[in-house]
């Protein structure tokens, strides 16, 4: 322990350059002058047990460098003494020795005792001298009295400063030093605490503070901060004890503060950093999302695009406001807010619908609208003179309120195409909407825009579409549409179509009024009963029957052939499909009333040409030479069933060119039978049907009118043990129902007039049931016309007769047996024909019908006009009703 150390009155000093050595402070010095190796030498080497030297701070006159080294306790840098020879370049002196040097250097007045804890001897290698490596630890202060040369180096006589331990222990019952101490300690603990969060190792010095006296700790504290020169020398100087404790805490309060604000700063430095990485990294994840959807534009460039947009799109003034003010509020949200993009899609639809975008109307030519709708359109004379009527007013009065047309007839007989031709000849757009199927109002006007998923209705969005105020619009299937708990879409239609309230129609989405007077609406429906009174009211209907067999052969070849053609890619160089086979296609493979499915069908016809054309055309250039390039033409030919090949022999030897050509005006595709079937199918329908389905007694040959047109309907009937029931299948509704009732009663009523039984046994259903079946059993039926063709079943099947199969027939009958007139007439005939029947029979009041049935038909049909369900027997039977003469009918 420093306080029992006995100093000697002598010691010999080492100067330390520009550092100071405090008491309790451990350093490392290697000795590589002259005269600090002497010293070594002379005061500790040889020395048996380890001796004492006097460490004596000194300063250069010219502060030029430092002496010694600046080692930290127990850290071990190694650092090199200089010779004092390199630093005195003024002096005069030869000699380099420190001692001649003196006056160049200040010797500070007090020194600290130290001991040697380890010395180690080296020898440098080239030059061969003799170097020391000492480790002293610092004893306590002293003050030099006198300074004397010994030799090369210097010899203090010094007088101590540092109490010994009887001072101290009197010292320390000094209350102000026990109050200093305790200060100084929970200083230091709090330097320690803190040191103690950055490194691990601090154990040590903790441990030194709980065992060391207080004074001894300030110095080692202080000795092991980097402070300046002075202040080490000034606390060399505070040999006062008080003073020194002071100075200490003074600069261990300092470290500590210097410690916690650097920490603050890397703290925030920290902070700021992690917070800005964060943003680059979400900016950046953000970016890579924002790219991966193609949506690389800023919002704010969007929402600026938008307004742009609205600028642009026309709108009414009180529009224009309420778009303005859902374009504040979209610039107030975030893109992420809920919200957000339902107001965007709004304006969105703000910005997209014509308000006022029209097609420009050009000055109607009525002769070139009727040349247009005669070059679209076969025959429908009638039809297409009412539209030329249409098209004259609304030339002489384009704002006259005309009603609307309203095209009815079986699907495929060209509503739609009419109306297309209408908005060609007007030059304008065209629009179709679907109404098949709408229940709900909502899907006329729009839902509200509190709803989820709202949307405008579809009026609004054809507009959008069509992006133009004046097309044509087509409200296909207006008969369609059906009223439950969510409104009625016919009262949604009445203020379409009304044109004093459809110059505000107001969409309940967009909740601002849209003007629909400039739309020309025409609608189509498949029948008339169902379109609502009020709907019908507000428009003209324009019936278009289903077409003869004739009709559709012209229509095909004239329209549909090479329309169909000309979609596939092909012309007639290509394929060719002779009349024959088109009637062979209208007849086996469709029974429509329309021509749909013959376009269908010739459709089929053109793929396979299409796929034959496209292998015949990658064959050609690669041919070499003829053989090659006819063998895939061949096997295509010959695969069709073995349909005769009629192939031109090419010489070898001529070009491409002249090849392609030759290929070209051979390879034509004519139809025939066997592609037919190859193509379509075997046949679907034959003229067969009827008669093999009438072949058992109680089947009879009905004609039904449904939305598809003219329909045949086989009427079955059985009878079984039973308990005298009428069962009734095949989805009828209740008119049919009550005819068949009415039927029954009226068969049963006259059963001995009919020879069905006798007298005795009046009662036809004793001990049996009845079941009548319409097929097909998924179809719902229903209407009065049904009445003739349920008693001739009955009578058949009570008879066990069979009926003519060449014999349809139509009517309402009454309970008294009268046959009252139908509907629908010229479409049953067609059917009947279409299902190639040569006998029909109807109700006499309808004799009027019968001129809308186009002659050709009529000619080749045999029509039976009846007026009491006695001759529809009569008529129906193989040779008569036979038990006529004895009924008293
Ligand atoms: P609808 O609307 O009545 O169901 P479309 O107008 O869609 O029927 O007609 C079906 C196809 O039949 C269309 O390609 C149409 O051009 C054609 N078509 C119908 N009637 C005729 C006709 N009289 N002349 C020429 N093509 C017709």
Request: proline share 5%; charged share 25%.
């Amino acid at each position: 322990m420093a306080e029992s150390v006995e100093l000697p009155s002598r010691l010999a000093i080492l100067p330390f350059r520009n550092k100071v050595l405090l008491p309790g402070a451990i350093i490392r010095i290697r000795c590589t002058s002259a005269s600090s190796v002497k010293l070594v030498e002379q005061e500790l080497w040889q020395k048996e047990e380890k001796g004492l030297i006097g460490v004596l701070p000194v300063r250069d006159a010219a502060e030029t460098t430092s002496v010694g080294s600046a080692l930290s306790p127990g850290m071990g840098t190694e650092s090199g003494e200089r010779s004092p020879k390199v630093r005195v370049s003024t002096s005069d002196s030869q000699k380099v020795d420190g001692i001649n040097q003196q006056e160049l250097i200040h010797w500070h007045k007090r020194g600290v005792a130290a001991r040697a804890l380890h010395l180690s001897r080296g020898v440098e290698k080239p030059s061969g001298r003799v170097t020391y490596i000492v480790v002293l630890e610092g004893l306590c202060r002293f003050s030099v009295q006198e300074l004397s040369a010994r030799g090369t180096y210097y010899v203090a006589r010094i007088s101590r400063l540092d109490m010994t331990k009887a001072e101290l222990d009197q010292a320390e019952q000094d209350p102000d030093l026990i109050a200093l101490s305790r200060q100084f300690k929970a200083t230091a603990m709090e330097l320690i605490s803190v040191l103690e969060q950055k490194q691990k190792t601090i154990g040590r010095t903790k441990a030194l503070l709980e065992t060391l006296p207080v004074h001894r700790l300030a110095d080692i504290f202080v000795a092991s901060f980097e402070i300046s020169f002075e202040e080490q020398l000034s606390m060399l100087d505070s040999v006062d004890l008080k003073i020194r404790l002071a100075k200490a805490m003074e600069l261990v309060d300092r470290h500590l503060q210097s410690i916690r604000v650097a920490e603050k700063i890397t703290q925030k430095v920290e902070g700021q950093l992690s917070k800005s990485q964060k943003e680059f990294l979400l900016r950046q994840q953000m970016r890579a999302i924002k790219e991966e959807l193609g949506d690389n534009d800023d919002d704010e460039d969007d929402v600026a695009a938008l307004e742009r947009k609205m600028q642009s799109a026309g709108m009414p003034p009180n529009v224009w406001k309420q778009a303005q003010r859902e374009l504040r509020r979209l610039r107030k949200m975030q893109p992420q807010q809920p919200g957000y993009s339902s107001s965007r899609v709004y304006l969105e639809l703000l910005a997209d619908l014509p308000w006022q975008n029209a097609s420009e109307e050009c000055e109607l030519d009525l002769r070139a609208a009727k040349e247009r709708l005669d070059s679209d359109h076969y025959g429908l004379v009638k039809v297409k003179q009412r539209i030329i009527e249409y098209l004259a007013v609304r030339k002489l009065k384009p704002d006259a309120r005309g009603p609307i047309l309203c095209f009815v007839g079986p699907p495929g007989v060209g509503k739609t195409s009419l109306a297309s031709s209408i908005a060609a000849a007007l030059g304008r757009k065209f629009v179709r909407i679907s109404l098949g199927g709408v229940k709900d109002e909502a899907d006329i006007r729009g839902h509200r825009r509190t709803y989820i998923g709202s949307m405008p209705g579809r009026l609004i969005e054809g507009l959008k579409r069509v992006a133009v105020c004046n097309p044509v619009m087509l409200l296909d299937e207006v008969d369609k549409t059906g009223s439950d708990i969510r409104g009625d879409p016919a009262s949604a239609l009445l203020e379409v179509l009304d044109p004093e309230q459809n110059k505000t129609f107001n969409d309940h989405y967009l909740n601002v009024p849209f003007d629909l007077s400039k739309v020309i609406f025409v609608a189509t429906a498949n029948r008339v009963q169902p379109i609502a009174p009020p709907l019908l009211d507000r428009m003209e209907v324009i019936e278009l029957p289903g077409y003869t067999p004739e009709e559709k052969l012209k229509i095909a070849m004239q329209h549909l052939i090479p329309r169909v053609l000309d979609q596939h890619g092909l012309s007639s160089e290509f394929l060719q499909i002779p009349e024959d086979m088109v009637k062979l296609v209208i007849q086996r493979y469709t029974r429509e009333a329309g021509v749909r499915n013959v376009e269908r069908n010739l459709a089929a016809l053109a793929r396979a040409a299409a796929v034959r054309v496209a292998e015949q055309e990658q064959t050609v250039p690669l041919s070499k030479g003829v053989h090659q390039m006819a063998t895939p033409l061949m096997d295509a030919r010959l695969a069709d069933g073995g349909a005769e090949v009629d192939m031109e022999v090419i010489p070898i030897g001529v070009n491409n060119h002249e090849i392609s050509n030759a290929f070209k005006s051979t390879s034509a595709l004519i139809v025939d039978e066997a592609m037919l079937e190859k193509v379509l199918g075997p046949p679907k329908f034959d003229d067969r049907e009827a008669a093999e389905r009438v072949a058992t007694p109680g089947v009879t040959v009905g004609l039904v009118w449904t939305s598809f047109g003219g329909e045949v309907q086989f009427v079955e009937a059985a009878a079984m043990v039973g308990k005298g029931d009428l069962h009734l299948t095949g989805q009828l509704g209740d008119v049919i129902k009550e005819s068949a009732q009415i039927a029954l009663t009226w068969v049963r009523a006259r059963a001995a007039d009919l020879k069905l039984a006798t007298a005795g046994e009046i009662n036809l259903l004793e001990g049996r049931d009845i079941h009548i079946h319409f097929p097909a059993g998924a179809v719902p039926k229903d209407g009065p016309s049904a009445g003739v063709t349920l008693v001739t079943s009955l009578v058949s099947l009570f008879t066990q007769q069979r009926v003519r199969a060449d014999t349809a027939m139509t009517g309402e009958m009454t309970l008294r047996g009268l046959v009252l007139p139908v509907g629908g007439i010229k479409d049953k005939i067609l059917a009947a024909h279409r299902y190639g029947i040569k006998r029909v029979i109807l109700p006499e009041r309808n004799l009027k019908d019968l001129v809308e049935v186009p002659s050709a038909v009529r000619n080749c049909m045999e029509i039976v006009l009846v007026k009491r369900v006695e001759d529809v027997l009569e008529q129906a039977f193989e040779g008569g009703c036979p038990w006529k003469q004895r009924a008293k009918l």
